[in-house]
């Protein structure tokens, strides 16, 4: 049987019940909150698509050479602090 889903409707206005009646914040800082956990996620993702496309013996002649890993570490590294920093001003709001 499958499972019963919420429609977007309804999801949408009990956020606005939830947090948009408030002025200055509601809608805005909710949405704001479901970035910065969707940001979260991205670090994992990519560190793991690094690691994984970076195997000689999984993608043999189509591993990454060392400047791609090199250049791509950076990137993620430029994302994670950006995180940190995007976390840091979401828990101050």
């Known amino acids: 049987m499958g499972r ?6 309804v999801r949408a206005g009990s ?3 939830l947090g948009g009646n408030r ?3 509601g809608i805005a800082q909710l949405l704001l909150l479901s970035q910065v956990v969707l940001s979260l996620q991205l670090p994992f993702a990519v560190v793991l698509l690094i690691r994984f496309t970076s ?3 999984v993608m ?5 050479p060392r400047g791609v890993v090199v250049l791509a570490s950076v990137i993620v590294a430029v994302i994670v602090a950006m995180n940190v920093a995007m ?7």
């Open 23 to 25: 002025p200055g914040r």
């Open 60 to 64: 043999g002649a189509y591993a990454n």
């Open 4 to 9: 019963v889903r919420m429609p977007h409707p």
């Open 15 to 17: 956020l606005q019940l």
């Open 87 to 93: 976390v840091g001003m979401a828990l101050l709001m």
């Open 55 to 57: 195997r000689r013996d």
